[in-house]
């Protein structure tokens, strides 16, 4: 059953901790993408990685950390330096490095912060 | 340069009637415009997408019509249905990078 794993679906910590998002794909695809989305906001880009060892900041990346040791698998740390990281967050995959044409999604990490 | 303006916000359509989600884009490189459908507490779906040298691109109950002189697309839901209440998104996107617009959410009145 191909698809994209992200764990957990809630996740809930206190300010100051920082938290890794998991994010696990099967689909043997080369890209990863992490999103945050906010009510209003749509779809913003924290950070991808086009192939293994290697990533490129996004449109939002301050406060965040990312690792490509494997292909299957891109974790995301929300660090404490990060001031507002209550979010959905979601995880994408694409078929080829260096495409964006068809990406496709986790079913998302809800991440509280009090 | 960058930005895909998506509307309406949101959006209320009778069960039976079309619904129709426009978006603009404003940079000519891009060269792909898929659209993505969101059910609350799940990631988005692909739904539908279309390449610029076709004017319209049809799949069932949902079609995109693209408009390249004008940078605009849209989508439209036929025969809408109860089950199609969701966030659309529409998107551009090149080799290089994909903007999504910021999202409608529609509902569908049983």
């Not at chain 1, 698809?3 to 910590?13: E, H, M």
């Not at chain 1, 740390?77 to 964006?100: D, H, M, R």
């Not at chain 2, 930005?3 to 603009?24: D, F, H, R, T, Y």
């Not at chain 2, 898929?34 to 799949?59: C, M, T």
Request: glycine share 8%; charged share 20%.
């Amino acid at each position: 059953d191909g698809g994209i794993t992200q764990s957990p679906k809630y996740l809930f910590r206190k300010e100051g901790q920082n938290v890794t998002l998991s994010c696990e794909q099967n689909l043997n695809h080369d890209a990863m993408y992490w999103y945050r989305q906010d009510p209003g906001q749509g779809l913003r880009l924290i950070y991808y990685s086009q192939i293994v060892n290697d990533f490129q900041k996004g449109d939002i990346a301050e406060g965040y950390s990312v690792s490509r040791e494997k292909k299957e698998s891109f974790p995301l740390t929300v660090t404490s330096a990060q001031k507002n990281p209550t979010a959905f967050y979601l995880c994408a995959s694409s078929i080829e490095s260096g495409s964006n044409y068809e990406q496709y999604f986790g079913p998302g990490t809800r991440l509280t912060v009090t | 340069q960058q930005q895909v303006k998506q509307s309406p916000q949101s959006l209320i359509v009778q069960k039976g009637g079309i619904s129709i989600i426009n978006c603009a884009y404003e940079n000519t490189a891009f060269d792909y415009f898929p659209w993505y459908q969101q059910f609350p507490g799940k990631g988005p779906a692909l739904l539908i997408a279309i390449r610029p040298d076709v004017s319209e691109k049809k799949e069932g109950r949902f079609t995109i019509s693209f408009n390249k002189s004008a940078k605009q697309f849209s989508l439209h839901i036929m025969d809408s249905q109860p089950g199609d209440s969701a966030t659309y998104f529409c998107a551009a996107s090149n080799v290089d990078k994909i903007i999504f617009g910021k999202g409608t959410r529609l509902h569908i009145l049983p």
